[in-house]
């Protein structure tokens, strides 16, 4: 499995743990909205055609977990206190 199919079922995982946590339907226009995010890229992500990039895997890593970068191959950012 690819890095964007690894992206792709991770993302889609945490949307359904979302909706199910929230307990309420909620749209890939809603999911975008949370993320602050395009809904085009989020979809293309969800799809596994594009990787999201440096500024959004933040975003990603911020709202669902920092196993995203462990999916990507990528070090964790180190946390900055003060």
Same mark, same amino acid.
């Given at each position: 499995?690819?890095?964007?199919?690894?992206?792709?079922? +991770?993302?889609?995982?945490?949307? @359904?743990? +979302?909706?199910?946590?929230?307990?309420?339907?909620?749209?890939?226009?809603?999911?975008?909205?949370?993320?602050?995010?395009?809904?085009?890229?989020?979809? @293309? +992500?969800?799809?596994?055609? #594009?990787?999201?990039?440096?500024?959004? #895997?933040?975003?990603?890593?911020?709202?669902?977990?920092?196993?995203?970068?462990?999916?990507?191959? +990528?070090?964790?950012?180190?946390?900055?206190?003060?």
């Amino acid at each position: 499995m690819n890095n964007k199919e690894k992206v792709s079922k +991770w993302l889609n995982t945490k949307y @359904r743990d +979302w909706i199910n946590e929230t307990e309420e339907i909620k749209s890939r226009k809603e999911l975008a909205k949370y993320l602050n995010v395009d809904y085009t890229l989020l979809t @293309r +992500w969800l799809t596994g055609s #594009v990787l999201p990039g440096n500024d959004n #895997v933040i975003k990603l890593a911020n709202k669902f977990g920092p196993e995203i970068y462990d999916l990507l191959g +990528w070090e964790k950012p180190i946390a900055h206190n003060g």
